[in-house]
């Protein structure tokens, strides 16, 4: 009998098991389970709960049929590498299994929803040009006045139909979740991707956005210890008022740009080169131009400032209001 097959009706039996009760039963490494339930949480076999180190795997409510083989392997591979679904139990299904699992939520045809995802994702990928999305054009139909000389996204957030993306998903959860294992995965992924640019486009300086929302755990603050970056930073502050507004929480462009006015306060006051703010969603891209034209004013930037956000909104003013 398959090991997953042993796991399956172990898990039948008990409900649930975590890596050491299964190690036992099947006689075999911790390290040998693992790389098992890899493979099963990946078709959505499984489902997992909890974070290191109390973590405990269950079936799926939902049975897989393995019709993954009736697909082609150029879209087993661009599901695979790009789709993750988060069940309402916190289970993260990636790939193939995760996209069935879906599409049986969604009640859609799985083979043909497939080659739709996939088609989508074409037509979003032609925004992508060396990993990176320009948000620029965006910028510029926004407002009157943009006062930062690039603008990109590592992704967007959402995608027509099928919702948020991958990165968009993981983003969300990390900092919802309070997780610090969640948000080391995700900045692990990134890492590569935000020190490509800061060759790219020889950036000496660095300025991360500070949140409005108070948390106990800082999503970019855990960023900017992870990413160990040897370049000066540039001090930004968010002010406190009596009531904390949320950019998420406003509708209009306007209350958004007058948020970010009177919200936003650059410290910084010594002379850099290259500059590149760090935000994490920009939905209407008021508080990473307000920062930059805080910058041109007090005239301390010598260069360019760059914008850089893990998520941006497509259209030309979304409100990205979940991050």
């Not at 879209?75 to 069940?87: G, K, M």
């Not at 074409?122 to 060396?130: A, D, E, H, N, T």
């Not at 008022?241 to 970010?260: C, M, Y």
């Not at 936003?264 to 935000?279: A, F, G, T, Y």
Request: some cysteine; charged content about 25%.
């Amino acid at each position: 009998m398959k090991t997953s097959q042993k796991i399956i009706d172990y898990l039948k039996e008990h409900r649930q098991a975590n890596t050491q009760e299964l190690a036992d039963y099947l006689g075999i490494t911790d390290r040998g389970v693992r790389k098992q339930l890899l493979v099963m949480l990946r078709k959505g076999t499984l489902t997992k709960k909890g974070h290191p180190p109390v973590v405990y795997y269950q079936l799926s409510l939902d049975p897989i049929k393995e019709s993954g083989d009736t697909l082609p392997t150029n879209i087993i591979r661009e599901i695979n590498h790009n789709f993750l679904f988060i069940t309402p139990t916190g289970g993260m299904l990636e790939g193939v299994g995760g996209f069935e699992v879906w599409c049986q939520k969604h009640n859609l045809p799985f083979v043909k929803t497939s080659h739709e995802y996939v088609s989508m994702l074409k037509r979003f990928s032609q925004y992508k040009k060396l990993g990176f999305i320009n948000g620029l054009p965006k910028l510029n139909r926004t407002y009157e006045q943009v006062h930062l000389d690039n603008l990109y996204y590592l992704d967007f957030y959402s995608i027509d139909r099928f919702g948020k993306t991958k990165l968009g998903q993981l983003l969300l959860y990390a900092k919802q979740s309070q997780q610090t294992t969640l948000m080391s995965e995700l900045i692990d992924a990134l890492a590569p991707a935000i020190k490509r640019l800061i060759e790219v486009k020889n950036i000496t300086s660095v300025g991360f956005i500070p949140p409005t929302v108070k948390r106990q755990i800082q999503f970019m603050s855990v960023l900017k210890k992870k990413l160990h970056l040897k370049l000066r930073f540039i001090e930004i502050q968010k002010i406190r008022s009596d009531v904390a507004v949320p950019q998420k929480s406003l509708s209009k462009l306007a209350d958004r740009i007058e948020n970010a006015r009177h919200s936003i306060v650059v410290k910084d006051s010594s002379e850099h080169d290259n500059i590149l703010l760090i935000d994490d969603a920009v939905g209407s891209g008021a508080t990473l131009n307000e920062t930059a034209k805080q910058i041109r004013e007090k005239g301390i930037c010598r260069g360019k400032i760059v914008g850089l956000a893990i998520t941006g909104s497509f259209k030309g003013f979304d409100v990205i209001s979940e991050v």
